[in-house]
């Protein structure tokens, strides 16, 4: 008996939910670092590897799960996802030693996939004039909660044990799981075709392999032979994936769907728009609590330089449903350009005027602003311009793209912040700020120019995969 389809507002609540979860586990680590080092030992560089493991496991998942809802149904891997991510946070918070923590908070990373799942959920069951709002919301859902992660995060680690970050953490994540299993119907939308192992394990390989070496450059050293090494494996391996996927008959991802122009192009303005965004969202607190003396900064506590995010916040809250009314009418195409020139002049605000604490909070509202109308645009795009049997691991790489921008921007931000201090102190000089906010406001600006290039045209026809084994 064909189940009861929900109604989309009921739908849009539980996703929403499962989404705002995962976002606030991926930002609430900020600040607890240092805490994590010195309560359960080990060195400054495995501590965040509590980020690090986090942000790799979900950049390896993300896909997979997305492309295993295309074919098995949506809710059934979406299930899986959250219960992964359920004992991942329940784990973290029982952890007993540093090692043990970080291997939970990789097995949290498959919660990933929540998102792509989600919005292929989205594109099922909503009518399709709803489709671009709700995508707008959920994706906005990313930045909302990741602020609000950095906010809760500094009261609970100036007030509490650091556990209760993932005791308070697992909640919504079990909730939403109760809800999925409850109320979202299996999607009757399905990609009937074979699991492609070796597809998964050589992409698996490659974004391991590119993601540590991101991630572990600055501190390895990027000249070094384990970075280069690492460099040159994931290049490998991302040859031989391509190539793999070419020849197979039912491919996890299709090459083609990925090198159709929109998709490649949306893609592209993703990897820079999560450079732009990761790179001001962890310099702005960073740049909040250096001390008065060195001549600039507030001297903000964790849970004040947290607050200085929350106008970012409620731009992000209000604008992706805005961007979905706005494409609906326009295109999407067009929230997705005016999103990225106001991210790039708020960073310019940024390193230019930001003696003023109210500086900071506007700058920080239109920043929040325009990613909520740029990260709603995208995956609109992208959902556009694939088969409807291809949005859960079209969106997926889509969310991979986002990540690897983003993990670039924080490695270039640290940078700037290291090579550059205050003589005898270890706090950054003004000028290692100011450069990275303008490199933020030239990334911006580059998206949005990509952005306009951007023309939906249909994939070229091709066979869908259930004909692809028929034939």
Known sequence: MEPRRQHYAITLAILTLAGTAFALQQTMVFPA????QRELGGSTAWATWVLTGFLVAAAVATPILGRLGDQYGKERVLLVSLA??????????????????IGFRALAGAGGAVFPL??????????PERVKVG???LSAVFGVGGGLGIVLSGVIVDNLSWRWLFVLGSIPVALSLVLVRRFIPESPVRSPSRVDVPGALLLSGALVAFMVALTEGERWGWASARIVGLAVSAALLFVAWGQVELRTRAPMVDMRMLAHRPVLLTNLTTLIAGFALFSCFVLVPRFVEVPESSGYGFGATATGAGLYLLPSSLGLLFSGPAAGLLGRRFGSKWPLVGGMLLVSLAALVLAGAHDEPWHIAAATGALGTGLGFAFAAMVALI???????????????????????AVVGGQIGAALLTARTVGGTPFPAESAFTTAFGLSA?????????ALSISA??????????EALAD
Request: proline share 6%; hydrophobic share 55%; glycine share 8%.
């Open 33 to 36: 670092l240092p805490t994590f």
């Open 84 to 101: 992964l991510f359920l004992v991942g946070s329940a784990g973290a918070a029982a952890a007993w030693n540093l090692w043990s923590l």
């Open 118 to 127: 989600s919005f292929a959920i989205i594109r099922d069951e909503f009518p």
């Open 135 to 137: 995508i707008g919301l």
């Open 383 to 405: 959902a556009e311009n694939v088969s409807q049997t291809e949005t859960g691991i079209a969106t997926g790489m889509n969310t991979v793209a986002r990540m690897i921008g």
């Open 442 to 450: 030239a990334a911006a600006l580059a998206a949005a120019l990509v």
């Open 457 to 466: 045209r249909p994939p070229a026809r091709r066979l869908e995969p259930a």
